[in-house]
Every structure is written in structure tokens, then in C-alpha cells.
């Protein structure tokens, strides 16, 4: 007998820390959705709510306390449910996975703390890609749902199954197909959206809402007058979804396809994301408190991080990192000399069409003469290079290659001392950590940089690492306005060390 179809509506508003608008007007804006919200509430019973992050939070408690104070209500009464986003909602490419897992921490003690509740949901809904030890650090902080849209490797799959991370850990997850402003923005018409679901069982979780959303009543009325559907709650939508587990499918592998993802992001504003990088480091090698903790935090929003917002949302961005003494400095351990090595090593000039989200390199073009210089020492077993550069070529990118000398071969990223990730040759990745290139006995070359923040190998065995990447627009129009940033052009002086080591069958790395 098959069960009736159930259309669970999850209203939320998406809150971005600050991208086309500072963090003070997107506050403001906040505080006007809660009030409209709880106004809601108070003349609508089933109307259900959604909040997801620290950041504002913390903000509204000290700046609007009434109105905070009537949000824990709500939450007391089950009405509006936290879910975990962490302290902001972060970018999960370019920010460590330990620094990850502190984000949703840092939710996981707010919320017992101010609210006496236990997430247990990860709601990552606008992240531009999920990396394969997602499962591992939702599991890491007791979150067993995961949430997203962006960046899935099966367009034609089911919206809900357990995805399988890369040490085998597990997340129940649903998949928001069509965005997150499905309902509200994307289609005024109930019955259009419903149209668009593609779930696996008979419930259908569908979000209304959007960036900056105030619920339109006239929208909520749909909904009443609709039948099979209901205002529900997130962690409602999962308990309900349990009970059918075993007609899930099982997915494993990144979710860092080109389905409503960007790869441009990974390499804009670039000496931003060194600031970022040296702090972060900073606090996994060395400790800090929370307030350390946060101020790096705030800067792993994914709009922030990414390096996507105007240029009048960035000194905000430098003044929190610049709170964490940092001791790491970019210069070579050891002698500098001349080695074989060298040999491997040459750069690549393109004219470059694109915008902070997107990068589509054309014509190769001469590099200006002594406008790079390269160091190098020999520190055994390890090469380290110091790239240095007075960058002024707007419109264009600059990329270092590594001649690995190694074709076919098997590329694998490091996350976790146990956690490793396999990936695609002729693919653009974000480089975190480090990553591996072996060939088919075990033998080959590893990868480590604070400073570089994407790779790619051919399969030819060349690496190509991008240094500088110089535009001048936000967007082209598809991911958001057109906005001119003369700060992204990055024109001016960039130091960049790489450390490149050899590997055997075998060998194991220091953690």
C-alpha cells in the first residue's frame, strides 16, 4: 500500500554575513525578517520557523535582546527549530576540516547554552561544494542529517539517501535540487514547486524562503489551503524519513561537481585568502580562545573567504585576522640554491575572461621580463620554492607547473591523519593541506602550501597551481550583480611557498 504524499514546508531565510551589503546592514535586515516572522506567529499556530547561525545570533542577543528573548521562546516551544550552520556558514573547500568542525561547535555550545537544545542537523545550503569528509566532521560534532544544494556529482539522483564519506562515515542527507529559494522566489505557485520535488519516498521536504526573505502571507495561505502539506521543521522532515530508511539509496564521493558550483572563487583575492590561511594556521598549530576562535570564524564565510564580495566588506575581513598574533612567516628554511629540480619548474601567463565566481583562461600571453623571481632550497628530502612577484597585469592569471614527470597517475587530497580523498586528473580542485600525485608503484611527489589555493594535474603529469588571479567585476550577472571590485585586480607585490617532497610505496606522513 503506498503512503500519501506528504509536502513538509521548511521556511528560512538564508543570512549572508556580508557580501553585496556589509554585516551592519545585513543585521539590520535580520532583525526586520524575526520581527515579521514573530509577528507571524503570534496569528498563525502552525507557522514554523528555521535559524542557523551564531553569528547573528550572538549579535541580536546583545543589540535586539526582546527580540532574541522572544525567539528562545519560540524554540522552547518547538516552533522554531536551530539547526547548524556553525558559527557563520563557512566555505568547506578552502577552510580546514578541523576549523569546520570548531564551527559547528562553537553552534553546538551556543545552542545548549542559550537555548537548552541539541542540534542535530547540518544545514550547509549554500556552500559552493562538499568535500568528502563532510560526513566525517558532521558526524565529528553529532549532527546525522546534512542539508545542501550546491555541488552534486549525480544530477539525476533521488533528493534523499546516505551519503558515504571518504573513512566510510554517514549522513542521512537531503539534496535541495532546485535551490533553497524554491518556493518564494524561484515560484510564487505552490503547486509549480511541488511540481519540481523528485524525492525518494513520499514525504517531500520543500524550502520557502530565500537570501534576505520576509514570509508573504499571501504565500502562507497557499500552504494552509493546500492539501497534503504542512509547515514542518527540519529535524520533523528527518524523524519521518528514518522511519523509511531503507528504501534510501546510498551515494559516496565529493559533491564538487559543476552543478551549481563555481571553481573561479578558489583563487580570487588571493592575498586575502594568505591572511586567512597564516591566522588559521595559526590557531590549529598553536591554540587560542574562543574569542580568537571567532574572530577567525567569521572570516570562513563562504562569501568572505571565497573572496565573492565588494571590496567594502574586506577591511572587517583583515581587522579580525589581524587580532590573531601570528608568529609564520613566508621565507625558505635552509640555504637557497640551484638544483635539478628548477627543471621542473616554469610559469604560465593567460588573458583571463571571468569574474570572483568563474575564470575561463584564453590566450597564452609572454611573461614581462623579471617579473617573477624563484628561490629554491633542498631542505632532504624536501624542495621548497619561494615564488615572488610584482604583479601588474590586470585581466590576467598566473599559474606555477610542475613537471612531475609521472603520467596516469594517482592523485589523492589529505584531510584528516586518516582521511583521504581520490580525484580526477584534468580537474580544478581547492588545495588545502596537501595532496599526493603517486604513480602505479606507490612512488611519486607531495604537494604542500599555505599560500597556493587551487590545483589542477593534467594527465600528463604537469600541476598546475594558480598564483595570481586579477578581475575586476563581482559577477557576470548569473551569480550575482555586477558589481566592479578594483581590489580583486591583486596588481602589486605576492610571495608564495610551495614545499614539494618526494614519496615512496609506503611511506607514511607525520600528522
Known amino acids: 500500500m503506498d503512503l500519501e504524499k506528504r509536502i513538509l514546508v521548511i521556511p528560512h531565510s538564508h543570512y549572508d554575513v556580508a557580501w553585496i551589503r556589509t554585516e551592519g546592514e545585513n543585521l539590520r535586515r535580520m532583525y526586520g525578517i524575526f520581527s515579521k516572522v514573530l509577528d507571524i506567529m503570534t496569528r498563525d499556530k502552525e507557522f514554523k520557523y528555521v535559524v542557523d547561525q551564531v553569528f547573528y545570533l550572538e549579535r541580536m542577543k546583545k543589540q535586539r535582546p526582546e527580540l532574541f528573548r522572544q525567539i528562545a521562546e519560540r524554540i522552547s516551544e518547538g516552533r522554531i527549530e536551530v539547526v547548524n550552520a556553525g558559527y557563520v556558514m563557512p566555505d568547506l573547500n578552502l577552510v580546514s576540516p578541523f576549523t569546520i568542525l570548531k564551527s559547528f561547535e562553537v553552534m553546538n555550545d551556543f545552542a545548549?547554552?542559550?537555548?537548552?537544545?541539541?542540534?542535530?542537523?547540518?544545514?550547509?545550503?549554500?556552500?559552493?561544494?562538499?568535500?568528502?569528509?563532510?560526513?566525517?566532521?558532521?558526524?565529528?560534532?553529532?549532527l546525522k542529517n546534512y542539508v545542501f544544494w550546491?555541488?552534486?556529482?549525480?544530477?539525476?539522483?533521488?533528493?534523499?539517501?546516505f551519503w558515504r564519506g571518504a573513512d566510510?562515515?554517514?549522513?542521512?542527507?537531503?539534496?535541495?535540487?532546485?535551490?533553497?529559494?524554491l518556493f518564494g522566489s524561484r515560484f510564487n505557485n505552490l503547486a509549480q514547486a511541488i511540481q519540481t520535488l523528485e524525492p525518494a519516498t513520499n514525504l517531500s521536504l520543500l524550502p520557502f524562503g530565500d537570501d534576505f526573505y520576509i514570509p508573504q502571507e499571501k504565500l502562507i495561505q497557499q500552504i494552509h489551503k493546500t492539501k497534503n502539506?504542512?509547515?514542518?521543521?527540519?529535524?520533523?522532515?528527518?524523524?519521518?524519513?528514518?522511519?523509511?530508511?531503507?528504501?534510501?539509496?546510498?551515494?559516496?564521493?565529493?559533491?564538487?561537481?559543476?552543478?551549481?558550483?563555481?571553481?573561479?572563487?578558489?583563487?580570487?583575492?588571493?592575498?586575502?585568502?594568505?591572511?586567512?590561511?597564516?591566522?588559521?594556521?595559526?590557531?590549529?598549530?598553536?591554540?587560542?580562545?574562543?574569542?580568537?576562535?571567532?574572530?577567525?570564524?567569521?572570516?570562513?564565510?563562504?562569501?568572505?573567504?571565497?573572496?565573492?564580495?565588494?571590496?567594502?566588506?574586506?577591511?572587517?575581513?583583515?581587522?579580525?585576522?589581524?587580532?590573531?598574533?601570528?608568529?609564520?612567516?613566508?621565507?625558505?628554511?635552509?640555504?637557497?640554491?640551484?638544483?635539478?629540480?628548477?627543471?621542473?619548474?616554469?610559469?604560465?601567463?593567460?588573458y583571463e575572461e571571468g569574474d570572483l565566481y568563474h575564470t575561463k583562461p584564453t590566450a597564452v600571453t609572454d611573461l614581462p621580463k623579471n617579473s617573477v623571481r624563484?628561490?629554491?632550497?633542498?631542505?632532504?628530502?624536501?624542495?621548497?620554492?619561494?615564488?615572488?612577484?610584482?604583479?601588474?597585469?590586470?585581466?590576467?592569471?598566473?599559474?606555477?607547473?610542475?613537471?612531475?614527470?609521472?603520467?596516469?597517475?594517482?592523485?589523492?587530497?589529505?584531510?584528516?591523519?586518516?582521511?583521504?580523498?581520490?580525484?580526477?586528473?584534468?580537474?580544478?580542485?581547492?588545495?588545502?593541506?596537501?595532496?599526493?600525485?603517486?604513480?602505479?608503484?606507490?612512488?611519486?611527489?607531495?604537494?604542500?602550501?599555505?599560500?597556493?589555493f587551487d590545483y589542477e594535474i593534467k594527465n600528463n603529469g604537469v600541476v598546475y597551481l594558480t598564483l595570481v588571479r586579477s578581475v575586476q567585476i563581482l559577477s557576470h550577472g548569473d551569480a550575482g550583480p555586477k558589481i566592479p571590485c578594483p581590489k580583486a585586480l591583486e596588481l602589486g607585490k605576492h610571495s608564495f611557498k610551495l614545499s614539494v617532497t618526494p614519496v615512496e610505496k609506503g611511506f607514511t606522513s607525520k600528522t
Open 168 to 181: 566510510g562515515s554517514t549522513v542521512l542527507t537531503h539534496w535541495m535540487k532546485q535551490g533553497y529559494s
Open 229 to 350: 502539506a504542512e509547515f514542518a521543521l527540519p529535524s520533523e522532515f528527518f524523524k519521518e524519513l528514518e522511519k523509511q530508511k531503507s528504501k534510501l539509496p546510498t551515494l559516496e564521493g565529493e559533491m564538487l561537481s559543476d552543478y551549481s558550483n563555481f571553481k573561479g572563487y578558489y583563487s580570487s583575492r588571493i592575498s586575502l585568502k594568505q591572511l586567512f590561511r597564516k591566522a588559521e594556521r595559526e590557531l590549529l598549530d598553536k591554540g587560542g580562545g574562543l574569542e580568537d576562535w571567532k574572530n577567525l570564524l567569521y572570516t570562513t564565510f563562504h562569501d568572505l573567504i571565497g573572496g565573492t564580495g565588494i571590496d567594502a566588506v574586506y577591511p572587517a575581513f583583515k581587522k579580525k585576522l589581524k587580532r590573531i598574533k601570528k608568529s609564520r612567516k613566508t621565507e625558505l628554511d635552509g640555504k637557497c640554491c640551484k638544483d635539478d629540480f628548477l627543471g621542473r619548474v616554469s610559469f604560465e601567463l593567460r
Open 112 to 142: 545548549q547554552e542559550e537555548f537548552n537544545v541539541k542540534p542535530h542537523v547540518a544545514w550547509m545550503i549554500d556552500c559552493f561544494g562538499h568535500p568528502g569528509i563532510m560526513p566525517k566532521v558532521a558526524r565529528g560534532a553529532n
Open 374 to 452: 624563484i628561490k629554491s632550497c633542498f631542505n632532504n628530502p624536501t624542495w621548497d620554492i619561494l615564488v615572488q612577484t610584482d604583479f601588474q597585469s590586470p585581466g590576467h592569471v598566473l599559474k606555477l607547473l610542475v613537471n612531475t614527470s609521472i603520467s596516469d597517475g594517482k592523485l589523492t587530497q589529505r584531510f584528516w591523519p586518516d582521511s583521504w580523498v581520490e580525484r580526477k586528473l584534468n580537474t580544478l580542485y581547492a588545495f588545502n593541506n596537501f595532496f599526493e600525485y603517486k604513480d602505479k608503484n606507490g612512488s611519486g611527489l607531495r604537494f604542500n602550501s599555505d599560500d597556493c
Open 150 to 161: 550546491r555541488g552534486m556529482n549525480r544530477p539525476d539522483f533521488s533528493q534523499e539517501f
